[in-house]
């Protein structure tokens, strides 16, 4: 058998439910926001270049490493080159022979923000941190 509500306790349960229904996904929100700040800490992101399609892990026989500060260029001066500067966990393209300079510009790459990528596509080198 339905009961019939009045129109009072309608509107009562109406507030209820988007009051639950707020408190839920605020509860979610922040519950998500602690579990990825907890994994972003644990992880060590590093960077990533390729140059041509091909990931490059060494440069003049020392490793690409996020956490050593370094200057080292890819390519060479004669065809093309990109110099790279690795800083204080930050890298950034900081010269380069290619008539845009969109790479050079870019500035440092965000590691906290996905998906950003510096690009010299006259050289097809691809910088990334992950």
């Known amino acids: ?29 922040f519950i998500t926001k602690i579990i990825n700040n907890g994994s972003k800490n644990t992880t060590t992101k590093n960077i990533t270049i390729f140059v041509n399609g091909e990931k490059l892990t060494y440069v003049d026989g020392v490793k690409i490493d996020i956490n050593v500060d ?10 093309g080159y ?16 290619c008539p845009d300079k969109i790479c050079v510009n870019h500035g440092y790459l965000n590691s906290e923000v996905d998906n950003d990528i510096i690009v010299c596509a006259p050289h097809r080198v ?5």
């Open 70 to 79: 370094r200057t080292f260029t890819i390519g060479d001066k004669n065809s």
């Open 1 to 29: 058998m339905k009961t019939k509500l009045s129109e009072k306790q309608n509107k009562l349960l109406e507030t209820a439910m988007i009051i639950i229904l707020i408190v839920f996904a605020l509860v979610s929100y």
């Open 126 to 130: 691809m910088i990334t941190c992950q």
């Open 82 to 97: 990109n110099i790279i500067e690795i800083k204080n966990k930050k890298v950034r393209c900081i010269d380069s022979n």
